[in-house]
Nanobody, 115 residues
Framework: QVQVVESGGGLVQAGGSLRLSCEASGTTYSINLMGWFRQVPGKQRELVATISRGGSTNYADSMKGRFTISRDNAKNTVYLQMNSLKPEDTAVYYC?????????WGQGTQVTVSS
């Protein structure tokens, strides 16, 4: 059974940094795409960044230059380094993996940025 677990969220002041981690377990084969999304109450979940197994990345425009996605294939783990955080970055951050043509989501981790 594939499981996806995020960690690293919390409360930070504006201008600060946080690093999120997401580990996938229960996989036998290589994981294709891994990514981060975020959602605030009343709004749709939105893309933050994705990274392929080979390391190709894609970012939402508002995150470029502030957020960095990376992954460790040996550990089935994807990271999101978030710098220069703003109050509008406050959201629940979700990890998603694409494995054997199926999407698997984590339970989410709360990030709160105070002004």
């Amino acid at each position: 059974q594939v499981q996806v677990v995020e960690s690293g969220g919390g409360l930070v002041q504006a201008g600060g940094s946080l690093r999120l981690s997401c580990e996938a377990s229960g996989t036998t084969y290589s994981i294709n795409l891994m990514g981060w999304f975020r959602q605030v109450p009343g709004k749709q979940r939105e893309l933050v960044a994705t990274i392929s197994r080979g390391g190709s990345t894609n970012y939402a425009d508002s995150m470029k230059g502030r957020f960095t996605i990376s992954r460790d294939n040996a550990k089935n783990t994807v990271y999101l380094q978030m710098n220069s955080l703003k109050p509008e970055d406050t959201a629940v951050y979700y990890c998603k993996i694409n494995y054997l043509w199926n999407d698997y989501w984590g339970q989410g981790t709360q990030v709160t940025v105070s002004s």
